[in-house]
Nanobody, 115 residues
Framework: QVQLVESGAGLVQAGGSLRLSCSAT????????MGWYRQAPGKQRELVAG???????DYADSVKGRSTSYRDNAKNMGYLQMNSLKPEDAGVYYC?????????WGQGTQVTVSS
């Protein structure tokens, strides 16, 4: 079993930056891909950034150019750096990972952006 735990969220002013972290623990064989989703109130969960099996990362159009998703494989950590935050970036952010052949999700962490 693998556990994903997000951290680093909270209240941020519009225009500010934040870095979300995702820690993967447990019976980790190989982390194939990691990604981030978010869900705003009343909206569907949407992809923010996600690694593909080809090694690149797809970003939602709404965050392109101001977000970077990356990993520290030695630490089994994933990160999402977001800059120039907008009120519409608010929501619950979820880390997801494909470890070996299984998909895992974190419990989510709240990001609030004040205007």
């Amino acid at each position: 079993q693998v556990q994903l735990v997000e951290s680093g969220a909270g209240l941020v002013q519009a225009g500010g930056s934040l870095r979300l972290s995702c820690s993967a623990t447990g019976n980790i064989g190989r982390i194939n891909t990691m990604g981030w989703y978010r869900q705003a109130p009343g909206k569907q969960r949407e992809l923010v950034a996600g690694e593909t099996t080809f090694g690149n990362t797809d970003y939602a159009d709404s965050v392109k150019g101001r977000s970077t998703s990356y990993r520290d494989n030695a630490k089994n950590m994933g990160y999402l750096q977001m800059n120039s935050l907008k009120p519409e970036d608010a929501g619950v952010y979820y880390c997801t990972a494909k470890v070996d052949e299984w998909d895992y999700w974190g419990q989510g962490t709240q990001v609030t952006v004040s205007s």
